[in-house]
């Protein structure tokens, strides 16, 4: 199990994302947070992914970037769908885990 936290800002909307390996090597996710958008993506696209079909891809064609297209009502640096493609990553082996930031340097 992959399990990451993701804090993404002004919003104050957390995420704690967790990815979990099925017997069909596909990933089952979860994600807790009062986020209605991210919630309303994971009631829509369902629970269960192959990291292949949604890590390896370019940058914005894979169905959570494709929900954030059509359905999306915030901005296009919210940090919580690469968070949950992180955790998928991590959790099928795709990359190690290793934490990642954003920092603002004044």
Same mark, same amino acid.
């Given at each position: 199990? !992959?399990k *990451?936290? @993701?804090?993404?800002?002004?919003?104050?909307? =957390? $995420? @704690? *994302?967790?990815?979990?390996?099925?017997?069909d090597?596909?990933?089952? %996710? !979860? #994600?807790?947070?009062?986020?209605? =958008? +991210?919630?309303?993506?994971?009631?829509e696209?369902? =629970?269960?992914?192959?990291?292949?079909? *949604?890590?390896? =891809?370019?940058?914005?064609?894979?169905?959570?970037?494709?929900? /954030?297209?059509? &359905?999306?009502?915030?901005? #296009?640096?919210?940090?919580?769908?690469?968070? %949950?493609?992180?955790? +998928?990553?991590?959790? &099928?082996?795709? $990359?190690?885990?290793?934490? /990642? &930031?954003?920092?603002? @340097?004044?």
């Amino acid at each position: 199990m !992959t399990k *990451v936290k @993701i804090e993404p800002g002004v919003c104050g909307f =957390t $995420a @704690i *994302v967790t990815a979990q390996l099925n017997d069909d090597e596909e990933c089952d %996710i !979860t #994600a807790d947070t009062k986020c209605p =958008t +991210i919630n309303k993506m994971i009631e829509e696209l369902g =629970t269960t992914f192959d990291g292949m079909e *949604v890590c390896l =891809t370019r940058p914005g064609q894979n169905v959570f970037y494709e929900f /954030a297209k059509n &359905s999306y009502p915030v901005h #296009a640096a919210c940090p919580v769908i690469n968070g %949950i493609l992180k955790c +998928i990553e991590a959790e &099928s082996g795709l $990359a190690l885990k290793k934490d /990642a &930031s954003i920092c603002f @340097i004044d």
